[in-house]
């Protein structure tokens, strides 16, 4: 039990120390190269869900997404998702988790690959 709260204690300190990190470098921001519309995705901690099905990819935007673009997609520090699918294609969105940009940190060394198209393809359905 002891174990339990020690890493409750640095999941916490963690995602604390992310949005910090995240809204001091505006995350979820343009840059000049990047359309003011242009919607992004970003992770937080480590995935804890194995991608697969429409049900994994939710979970692992809650593990990893939800503190920047909220619990229903509306944006927070990031922008909205909520319509993603209906301005970038899957492959782009991809692209955006995997290598970041405007903002947003790169996540190609912190989520597996097909964690990656996993969320890459629920977003995409996001219209």
């Keep these: 039990m002891n174990q339990v709260r020690h890493w409750r204690k640095k999941i916490l300190a ?7 990190a995240c809204g001091l470098a505006a995350c979820g921001g343009n840059s000049a190269s990047e359309p ?11 995935p ?13 935007y809650k593990s990893n997404c939800l503190s920047c673009h909220g619990g229903n997609l509306e944006g927070k520090i990031g922008p909205s998702l909520a319509k993603v699918g209906g301005k970038l294609d899957e492959a ?12 947003m940190p790169a996540f ?7 964690d990656v198209q996993a969320l890459a393809a629920w977003l995409s359905s996001k219209k």
């Excluded at 963690?14 to 910090?20: A, M, N, R, S, Y």
């Excluded at 782009?92 to 903002?103: E, M, R, V, W």
């Excluded at 190609?108 to 097909?114: A, G, P, R, Y």
């Design 92 to 103: 782009k969105i991809a692209a955006k988790i995997n290598n970041g940009g405007g903002g």
């Design 36 to 46: 003011a519309d242009h919607e992004q995705a970003t992770t937080t901690a480590a």
């Design 48 to 60: 804890t869900a194995q991608a697969g099905a429409g049900a994994d990819a939710e979970a692992l």
């Design 14 to 20: 963690l995602g604390g120390l992310t949005l910090l």
């Design 108 to 114: 190609k060394s912190t989520l597996k690959e097909q």
